[in-house]
């Protein structure tokens, strides 16, 4: 089985969020999770997390499944979610600057 992360090389998706009064980090493919103050402080204890991660598994030879898990369902909406609003801000974005008068669909049905 071929797997998107290795112990050389690779890439994790990850999410910053509140939650309450608390800000989360989460490594999507590692299932690494770390709770902080505010975003910045969320991110680089995310960072260090997933660095330590990483140095254990390669010191300990881990098979690439540990750098290739499924994530946990609510992080996997989550990110999907924030990937969709990316995608439609850049869309509308490009949309809203093109000259256009006006569009739709023409019928050419026979009447």
């Known amino acids: ?61 881990l098979r690439p499944i540990v750098l290739n898990q499924k994530p946990e369902a609510e992080y996997e909406k989550m990110w999907q979610a924030n990937q969709d609003a990316k995608l439609k801000a850049k869309y509308e974005k490009i949309v809203n600057n093109l000259p256009i008068f006006s569009s739709g669909v023409l019928d050419l049905a026979v009447r």
């Open 1 to 61: 089985m071929k797997y998107k992360n290795t112990l050389k090389k690779g890439s994790v998706r990850f999410l910053i969020f509140r939650d309450g009064e608390s800000w989360f980090g989460v490594a999507l493919e590692f299932n690494v999770v770390v709770e902080a103050a505010n975003p910045q402080e969320a991110y680089i204890f995310l960072n260090e997390a997933t660095s330590g991660y990483l140095e254990s598994a390669r010191k300990a030879k």
